[in-house]
């Protein structure tokens, strides 16, 4: 409730949310009114929808700052449903009526889930399951708006072949000065968005829209303008369109109400982190559920959080629901003027606002990453979107899961039984009775993640760590365990690691250093390595906090160089035996990555750590360039090699390119491309190392 969430609120804090509110407004405006047309209503829904919802939400949410109202995955999902139930067909009268009953019923199955406890069931949908679901709902409607950026219509409410089909055949009687002002609208928002992205680009594009189309309508030109609405309320129909399907009502109701769930609580995960009290995933679905009751009593489109509103809000300094308040008003004066200014808004302009605001809720990035990186997670992704285009969201998203379901008891799990990696980082067993003589300084948490870790179980990991952490300084997270891990795993750990280091506590990754197969080295991992410090024992990531504790250091973020480094084609292991090894100093072998240089220092504890924290998280892989950095004790001795340089840093072997870099303590530096030449080279200072160590 927001008698909790407003707990500390100052009147200091009101200036604040005034200007992230006339942001977050600025921006809803235009969105819904886009949002609206999308869904087969006049604009004026979309508006009417912008003040209720966020007035409902913000008096009954438990989060601070996250934004409900009108939004893209929502109102596409509304939108296909009603095509898939018949109801679109039938024409905009058609819909109106049947919007009461369909938003009303997606509150309905929002407020049963929520009491059934299925927020955390919800919760486990696999991140390429919601990518691809989104991004064939993206393509659907971004495909149904392109007679409208043409200036002329369609039936685009049947399947994907009839919708092209649709669109060829309007192609005719398009208005090449409606496809000229949609084009300009898009790349006029892009541009916008790269170099002036505070500026809310939606509605600059509409007035500056709005003002050319009226002039090139008056030149004569063809413009397909908003009809002028009659009132400033919208129409709540009482009588259902005849024929009602009420069977595939309920069924887009349901679909509705779990695309809104999932969409809702990714955003509220991700911007309410830190929020006391958390807010509950169930309590907050029956807060989405009475929203859109509200909503659906003025006959307005189901409505979800928003991650692009809330995210400008809290850029413009948003602190509370005061601000979500504050938009709401500003939207409710725009609603009352509307009948003086809606017939004057160019339709192709609200399609290409809605157009940009599709494509900016698919992540692009990710899904490259998943092409490139993630096999499984990409067949994943690539099912559920061809699903959602060609039989539905709900077909979508069932079958996406079911295959990840079905890749994820196929996981291979990865065999943490061998040697440490070539002997070279000594380490005891984790062992938590070593705290007790140990002073870290900090209040100190400790977790342990274990088996697999997926989908299916980050949330509890999650509540686990957050746990752990609850009123302490530092956390020591143990994966020593850790058999597997997905991406929609990684993705959250990281982002739960995140937020505890945006809080300021001190976060330490346990995991031995060893051998493993290629699935450790997983692009997942491969980001948790790059985003945080990994240690082989509790001890030394205790010592790592003492140290930082004792220079009053802020939470450290190790170097960023890891994580997306082009893979190699091919793998020659460095063997490292038993003779190398002098003491607690032994000569360190590191799988690494090319072109990237690595320091190796003293060996003795955490400062070798902090030192080649990075460098040693890749560890063995099919996919990892090899080098060996040798430390030599006889180089710090003023031993000479052969040649006369002290060998102290870095031989380095890049398979790909053939090179061996000898990096020496004189600041000479040779390379060598002949691979013959290279072996001779790297022999006698194996040689000199084994001898040397055999020596002591």
């Known amino acids: 409730m927001i008698v909790e969430a407003m707990k500390g609120y100052r009147a200091a804090d009101l200036p604040k949310d005034a200007v992230a509110g006339l942001v977050i407004a600025a921006l809803s405006i235009p969105i819904a009114m886009g949002y609206a047309e999308v869904v087969g209503l006049p604009a004026i829904y979309g508006l009417w929808a912008s003040i209720v919802a966020p007035l409902a939400f913000g008096l009954l949410t438990g989060t601070r700052r996250v934004v409900f109202g009108m939004d893209s995955a929502a109102a596409a999902m509304t939108a296909s449903m009603l095509a898939a139930a018949g109801i679109a067909a039938q024409g905009q009268d058609a819909i109106v009526s049947a919007m009461p009953l369909l938003t009303l019923l997606t509150a309905l199955f929002l407020l049963l889930l929520g009491w059934a406890g299925a927020g955390r069931l919800i919760r486990r949908m696999p991140l390429p399951v919601m990518h691809g679901f989104i991004f064939g709902i993206a393509l659907t409607v971004v495909i149904g708006q392109v007679p409208l950026l043409l200036g002329t219509t369609a039936d685009t409410s049947g399947a994907i072949v009839s919708k092209v089909v649709a669109i060829v055949s309007c192609l005719p009687g398009a208005s090449w000065a409606c496809a000229v002002v949609s084009a300009l609208c898009i790349a006029g928002m892009y541009l916008l968005k790269r170099f002036f992205p505070k500026v809310p680009s939606a509605i600059v594009v509409l007035v500056a829209a709005a003002l050319v189309c009226n002039g090139l309508a008056a030149a004569g030109l063809p413009i397909v303008f908003l009809p002028q609405v009659s009132g400033t309320l919208p129409h709540i129909a009482t009588v259902l369109p005849e024929g009602l399907d009420i069977v595939a009502l309920l069924l887009a109701a349901f679909a509705i109400a779990v695309v809104v769930s999932l969409e809702s609580l990714l955003c509220v995960e991700a911007f309410s982190a830190g929020d006391v009290p958390a807010p509950s995933p169930d309590g907050e679905m029956r807060t989405f559920g009475l929203a859109n009751a509200l909503v659906g009593l003025i006959g307005c489109p189901p409505c979800s959080a928003s991650m692009s509103r809330t995210?400008?809000?809290?850029?413009?300094?948003?602190?509370?629901?005061?601000?979500?308040?504050?938009?709401?008003?500003?939207?409710?004066?725009?609603?009352?003027?509307?009948?003086?200014?809606?017939?004057?808004?160019?339709?192709?302009?609200?399609?290409?606002?809605?157009?940009?605001?599709?494509?900016?809720?698919?992540?692009?990035?990710?899904i490259t990453t998943y092409a490139l990186k993630t096999r499984r997670e990409f067949m994943v992704f690539a099912a559920s979107a061809a699903l959602v285009v060609l039989l539905g969201a709900v077909a979508g998203i069932l079958g996406g899961f079911i295959l990840a379901l079905a890749l994820r008891a196929g996981r291979e799990k990865i065999d943490t039984s061998g040697p440490e990696l070539l002997g070279a980082v000594p380490y005891k067993p984790d062992d938590l009775p070593a705290k007790k003589d140990i002073e870290v300084g900090y209040a100190l948490g400790i977790a342990k993640l274990s088996g697999d870790l997926s989908f299916m179980n980050i949330a509890k990991a999650q509540e686990e760590i957050e746990a752990a952490a609850a009123g302490n300084e530092a956390l020591i997270l143990k994966l020593s365990k850790l058999d597997t891990i997905d991406t929609t795993a990684a993705d959250k750990l990281d982002e739960t690691l995140d937020s505890l280091m945006a809080r300021g506590v001190h976060v330490k990754l346990v995991r031995p250093i060893k051998e493993t197969s290629d699935h450790y080295t997983r692009y997942e991992l491969r980001r948790l390595m790059q985003d945080f410090k990994f240690y082989p024992s509790v001890r030394t990531a205790m010592h790592s906090l003492a140290e930082e504790y004792a220079a009053g250091m802020e939470p450290q973020r190790p170097d960023t160089w890891l994580a997306d480094a082009p893979a190699p084609r091919r793998l020659r292991k460095v063997a490292a035996e038993a003779s190398i090894i002098d003491g607690d100093r032994p000569v360190v072998a590191i799988a690494g990555l090319r072109n990237h240089a690595g320091d190796v220092v003293d060996s003795d504890g955490a400062p070798f750590l902090e030192d080649i924290r990075g460098k040693l998280s890749f560890l063995q892989s099919r996919r990892a360039f090899q080098f060996s950095a040798d430390y030599l004790e006889g180089a710090a001795r003023g031993q000479a090699d052969e040649n006369g340089h002290f060998f102290s840093k870095l031989l380095l072997w890049d398979e790909v390119t053939g090179e061996v870099v000898l990096d020496y303590r004189g600041g000479a530096m040779r390379i060598c491309r002949d691979e013959a030449v290279a072996v001779a080279l790297m022999e006698p200072i194996d040689r000199t190392i084994r001898e040397f160590a055999l020596a002591q």
């Open 311 to 366: 995210a400008a809000g809290i850029a413009s300094g948003s602190l509370s629901q005061v601000a979500s308040v504050f938009s709401a008003l500003i939207v409710a004066v725009v609603a009352f003027a509307a009948g003086s200014f809606m017939g004057f808004l160019p339709r192709c302009a609200l399609s290409a606002i809605v157009v940009v605001a599709l494509l900016d809720i698919v992540d692009f990035g990710k």
